[in-house]
Each structure stands twice: as C-alpha cells, then as structure tokens.
C-alpha cells in the first residue's frame, strides 16, 4: 500500500493499539480490585508504551508484555503507589487545614504547602516514565522524577501543557474518547517526553 491507503492503515493501526493497552489497562486493573490494581496495570501500560517509543511495536506482543510487567511489579508498584498516595494525600488535607484558618501567618502557610504540591506533581508526572526504563531503589524512583522535572522545566511545563490541553479539549468535544483511550494517549506523551531525557541518566543506574 502506498499514499493514503497506507497512512489510513497506520492511522487505524495505531488506534488499535492505544484502544486495546486501555482497555487492557481498565481490566487489569478491576483484576486487582481497582486499588491493588490501578498500579501494576500502570506500570505494563507504561512498559507497552516505551517499546512503542522505541520502535519495538511490530516485535513486542502487547499481552505478554503487559501480563509479564503486571506480575512482576506488583508489590513494588504498590508499594510506591502507596507512598505517592499519602504524600499527596497529606498535602491536600493540610492545604485544607491552612487555608481555612483565620490566622494570616496560616493562610501564607498554605501557599508553601501549595508550592511543595507542585513540586510533587512534577514528581508524579514523571514517575511512571522512570519507573518503565530504570530499575532503581525506592527512594530513586522518588528523587528521579523530581531531578527530570528540575533539570528539564520547559520540557515539564510542555508536557503537563500538551496532556492537560489534550484531555480538556476531548472532554468538550468527545468526552467518551477518554474512556477509550485516555490512559494510553497520556502514557504515550509522558514516555516520550521521558525518553527525550533518559540518556543523560542512563549511566548513574550503572
């Protein structure tokens, strides 16, 4: 095939794709009871995607990669997911408590709470790109994400942009694309802002 035929049928071979990872995604992550599950089945998303990235999708069967991942970093993703989760979660309770509170020394308070959500975000926007490339340490895969976002804030600022901007303008217009491939079309902007860095990291994994 040549012309448009074949841009159609890469068109429609990529939708394929990003449908059968989220779908695969939502399942995987009802398996694991939705809160056990929502990380592991992350993760495989994530590890599905960088091959993608790398120009592996026509050699890497989607099924036994992501089946594969969702095994083997479940704990670990758990694990970190519970971590990220009460960190987030205490921001925002004491975000409330602050900006409710009469005092002005308070209420300046929770702009530093805010700003510390911020930094957290960045945190969280990169994790799951370092957690499908590096194998690291608890603590790195904390830390990484955060030396990614500080040394790389244009490229931060972009893609917090590109996927905001792109889930807002689906919502107004085909809210139902999110529910069919939200997931995937994230993780695909993520990772590939992610691979734009990796290589200036690579060597203090060894």
Not at 1 to 23: N, S
Not at 106 to 130: E, H
Not at 170 to 191: D, S, W, Y
Request: glycine residues 8%; contains cysteine; aromatic residues 22%.
């Amino acid at each position: 095939m040549t012309g448009f035929m074949a841009g159609y049928y890469t068109l429609c071979l990529w939708i394929t794709r990003f449908l059968y990872v989220h779908f695969l995604w939502i399942g995987f992550t009802i398996l694991g009871l939705g809160i056990l599950g929502v990380m592991p089945a992350t993760a495989a998303m994530f590890a599905v995607v960088r091959k993608w990235i790398q120009g592996e999708a026509d050699n890497s069967p989607v099924f036994p990669l992501f089946w594969k991942t969702y095994k083997q970093e479940f704990l670990r993703s758990n694990l970190l997911g519970s971590i990220l989760f009460f960190i987030g979660y205490a921001l925002i309770i004491q975000y409330q408590i602050l900006r409710f509170q009469e005092e002005t020394m308070y209420f300046i308070a929770s702009f530093a709470v805010l700003a510390i959500a911020i930094l957290f975000s960045v945190i969280v926007l990169y994790f799951f790109p370092v957690f499908s490339h590096f194998k690291l340490s608890a603590i790195q895969y904390l830390l990484w994400p955060f030396m990614i976002g500080f040394l790389h804030p244009i490229l931060t600022i972009i893609l917090f942009i590109a996927v905001a901007g792109i889930y807002y303008f689906v919502f107004m217009t085909i809210p139902g694309l999110l529910f069919l491939m939200g997931g995937t079309v994230a993780a695909f902007i993520l990772t590939w802002g992610g691979q734009l860095t990796f290589s200036k990291f690579e060597y203090k994994e060894e």
